[in-house]
């Protein structure tokens, strides 16, 4: 079966970390760029960060840029979000994706997400 499933999610401190997992079954991930995306409470899917499969470049949203790393490790079928010193804004429904290139429409295959909610 082909799927994307996250882990990792959870509540926290603002200022705490929390590293989110996304492994990949039915398919591997050596060719495919990775992304994290997430969804706040009546806000629209955004792109937190993205890494591609030829080089392992790295993108991120402005505002995670120094905190989050994403990271992958292909004989693990894996990949990874670093959240660190999170605050209460980066609350929402995070989701990994695997697709051709780092754009949202290149996205072509989609976790089910995991919540992450900071509050005090």
């Known amino acids: 079966q082909v799927q994307l499933v996250e882990s990792g999610g959870g509540l926290v401190q603002p200022g705490g970390s929390l590293r989110l997992s996304c492994a990949a079954s039915g398919f591997p991930l050596d060719y495919y760029a990775l992304g994290w995306f997430r969804q706040a409470p009546g806000k629209e899917r955004e792109g937190v960060s993205c890494?591609?499969?030829?080089?392992?470049?790295?993108y991120y949203l402005d505002s995670v840029k120094g905190r989050f790393t994403v990271s992958r490790d292909n004989a693990e079928n894996t990949v990874y979000l670093q959240m660190n010193n999170l605050k209460p804004e980066d609350t929402a429904d995070y989701y990994c994706?695997?697709?051709?290139?780092?754009?949202?429409?290149?996205?072509?295959?989609w976790g089910k997400g995991t919540l992450v909610t900071v509050s005090s």
């Open positions: 890494i591609s499969s030829s080089d392992g470049t790295t």
């Open positions: 994706a695997a697709g051709s290139r780092c754009e949202y429409y290149a996205m072509n295959r």
